[in-house]
């Protein structure tokens, strides 16, 4: 995946973001979050940080803790191996996240829960919820503890753990899936068919190769120069069980490039 995003930072605790990712492959992709600021799916989201503790115990020591709320919509549908794509609706994500920086060392905390809604009454396609946790410490050795405009590098060890739901997919009579292909469109122009062939299945089905529960750990980094940010880290799976009939997940890998355009203005 590529995931772009752009922050502002509307007051000195105010913060509001924009994120589209979309997939560079096709395929079938894990659900859930790319990471825990940006949507595991490719869909176009708007949050708004608030930093609504914030203290400086110390010199170059500070606590803080934010809360994070948005919405989303889709911009690519994902193919499935076991239904057509699935009409999924805009979502809410609302996280929670705090911890300490200090000179030699961090330490982060936070909780996240995505849940799917509906975009037009009738459609019941649902894409799985996810719930997010994550705990990251950091460490910055002392040879690179130099003050700006010296490169900061910190290394992280961060474990994740996720819950992702079962997503579900609405079905008419026929078989057919609203607004999926040129059959859906015959359906409605030959609305006789129903009376003279029975409808092999009609109603919600839950797809139950989705979702599942997973936890995963590594290490990561983060350097900082000046205007720019470097970012990468690699998880491997300590717990994955996804349900039904999907591929395990081994290994998960990540990097970033930050620039700050307005840094420096005051």
């Not at 995946?1 to 992709?29: D, I, K």
């Not at 500070?62 to 809360?67: G, I, S, W, Y």
């Not at 009579?173 to 292909?181: A, D, E, L, S, V």
């Not at 129903?194 to 190769?209: D, E, K, Q, V, Y």
């Amino acid at each position: 995946m590529f995931g772009p995003r752009v922050v502002y930072g509307v007051r000195p605790n105010l913060q509001l973001s924009f994120a589209s990712p979309f997939h560079v492959t096709h395929g079938e992709h894990p659900t859930g979050r790319f990471t825990a600021m940006m949507p595991g799916v490719p869909e176009a989201e708007v949050l708004a940080g608030w930093r609504f503790y914030h203290a400086t115990p110390g010199i170059g020591t500070r606590n803080e803790a934010t809360l994070y709320f948005g919405g989303s919509a889709t911009t690519q549908k994902l193919p499935r191996s076991d239904s057509p794509p699935l009409k999924r609706e805009p979502a809410v994500y609302a996280a929670l996240a705090a911890g300490r920086v200090a000179r030699s060392y961090d330490i982060w905390a936070g909780v996240g829960y995505q849940r799917y809604g509906e975009w037009e009454t009738g459609i019941s396609d649902h894409q799985s919820n996810t719930l997010l946790s994550s705990l990251a410490v950091g460490w910055r050795p002392p040879f690179l503890n130099k003050g700006y405009p010296k490169p900061d590098l910190r290394l992280f060890w961060e474990t994740t753990g996720e819950e992702v739901g079962l997503a579900r997919l609405q079905r008419t009579p026929g078989g057919i899936t609203p607004g999926h292909g040129h059959d859906a469109q015959s359906a409605v122009a030959r609305p006789f068919l129903s009376t003279i062939i029975p409808p092999p299945f009609s109603g919600t089905s839950i797809l139950r190769n989705s979702g599942g529960t997973a936890v995963f750990s590594g290490p990561s980094l983060l350097c900082t120069y000046k205007n720019f940010a470097f970012q990468g880290g690699i998880l491997f799976s300590l717990f994955d069980q996804p349900n039904g009939y999907q591929p395990r997940e081994n290994v998960r890998a990540a990097l970033g490039f930050s620039y700050y355009i307005l840094g420096r203005r005051k």
